[in-house]
């Protein structure tokens, strides 16, 4: 961003540069929230345990480390691409729960973390759609279900509202639960790699959830 202007009509507008080509666009908004750029935590960055960004260095998949097996890591810390929130953090707690049981069992990892996560889009001071996508960005099934305009975007508002409200009752309550999103009533549970639909979809092999130091590679 390199400047905000008003037009003839008193509306805010942002110009962008595109870094790429250089070229300016305009976009008029109403609220704007500005991310400075992120510099790596110390703790992470001198420990050993982070990638070139400072981020812990693990699996996208299994939130295992790629170097050290007995290091496991979730929430804003992940080095691989993704959009940092609080339900991304939600949807890989059952994943790292999972996976770090099976560990200190001396089992093969079997969660699979699907890139899921999830922020609401505020277009005004009661009014909201919705932002969601899996893995390299890919959009979620219900990404920008909301249009971002209409009374819709105030009834999602409010059901937005409640929903975070709820939803962080229950995670920092302090309940003995199984954690979300299947919280008191059983723990979630992962087809063996070999049988995993999302690896199926996605044409992966199951050696992508082996930590590098055992994984097997298949002949060409």
Known sequence: MVEVKRNSSNQKVAVFRNVDTNELIEKDFFTGCINPTSKPVSVIAESGLGDANGLMDVNKYTLQHNRYENVFSFGDAVGFETTRTHNAAIAQNPVIKNNLIRF?????????????SYQPFLLGDNHATNFSHLHDFEPAP???TIP??????????????KMVTSQDSSYSGFTKNHGPFMNGYVSKEYDEPEH??????????PQVLVHPSKRQIAPQ
């Open 148 to 161: 971002h305009y209409g009374f819709l975007t105030n009834r999602y508002f409010g059901r937005y509202i």
């Open 104 to 116: 200190m069992q001396g089992k093969e990892l079997n969660g699979v973390y699907d890139g899921y």
């Open 196 to 205: 995993n639909e999302y690896l199926q979809e996605k044409g992966l092999d």
């Open 142 to 144: 219900l990404n920008h």
